[in-house]
């Protein structure tokens, strides 16, 4: 348990079932990792874990709990870290032969893409990444993360070694019952580009950056 006092979990959030559907090989730059194919039970919205080794033995399991961003991890754009990011958790994981990443698709931090275009519009026109998610009537962070857990739970992983550098995130993590007993920062991709995205994640969003 790592909980800091100062940081506040997100609001006790909806638990959001999923089943499992299906699982395959997935064979990548960084190794070959299981893919488990999930749907949410009420919605059938789609998100997926990918995972290498034995995660099941009670260990901590090196994790990344990632957001879906469409822009960084599949249209290289450099406005955001969220790319390197997941090929860095990627790495890590291979280098250590065992791991979990949990892709959520909550695009935009859960307000979907186009709110997300939306969002950086407001964002060309001088706004920081919350102030044009405010500016839109919309939350600065709509993710659920009782999603994570109940993935996490599936697949038997209950203590985590989580990699992020938003220390919200671990709260929240540790609010729906994961056990994160440790933070490993990732702190890759920075560029031009993202410098005043990333000071912002640092200024208003509290990420360890
Ligand atoms: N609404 C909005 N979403 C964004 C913006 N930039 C990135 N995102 C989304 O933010 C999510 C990633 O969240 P981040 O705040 O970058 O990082 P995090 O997941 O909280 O923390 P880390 O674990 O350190 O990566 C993804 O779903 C991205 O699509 C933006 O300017 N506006
Ligand atoms: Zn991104």
Redesign the pocket.
């Given at each position: 348990m790592i909980y800091q006092p100062e940081i506040k979990p997100a609001n006790i959030q909806a638990n959001i079932e999923v089943k499992h559907i299906a699982t395959c090989r997935l064979p990548t730059e960084w190794g070959e990792f299981q893919m488990h194919g999930f749907e949410e039970v009420a919605t059938g919205q789609d998100h997926v874990a990918l995972t290498m080794g034995d995660i099941d033995d009670g260990e901590p399991v090196l994790t990344r709990v990632h957001?879906?961003?469409l822009t960084?991890d599949a249209l290289f754009s450099q406005?955001?870290?969220?790319g390197p990011?997941l090929q860095a958790a990627m790495q890590a994981i291979q280098a250590k032969g065992r791991g979990c990443i949990v892709y959520l698709r909550?695009?935009?931090?859960g307000?979907g893409l186009i709110n997300?275009i939306r969002?950086?519009q407001l964002?060309d026109q001088g706004m920081d990444?919350v102030e044009?998610?405010v500016a839109l009537g919309l939350p600065v962070d709509a993710r659920n993360f009782v999603l994570a857990r109940n993935i996490l739970h599936y697949l038997h992983v209950t203590d985590i070694v989580l990699m992020?550098?938003?220390p919200q995130?671990v709260a929240t993590l540790e609010a729906t019952g994961i056990e994160v007993v440790a933070r490993e920062p990732?702190i890759v991709g920075l560029n031009k580009e993202n410098e005043q995205?990333l000071q912002t994640?640092h200024d208003k969003?509290g990420?360890m950056l």
């Open positions: 957001s879906e961003c960084g406005r955001c870290d969220c990011q909550q695009e935009g931090r307000i997300k969002a950086y964002q990444t044009a998610n992020t550098n938003n995130k990732l995205y994640k969003l990420h």
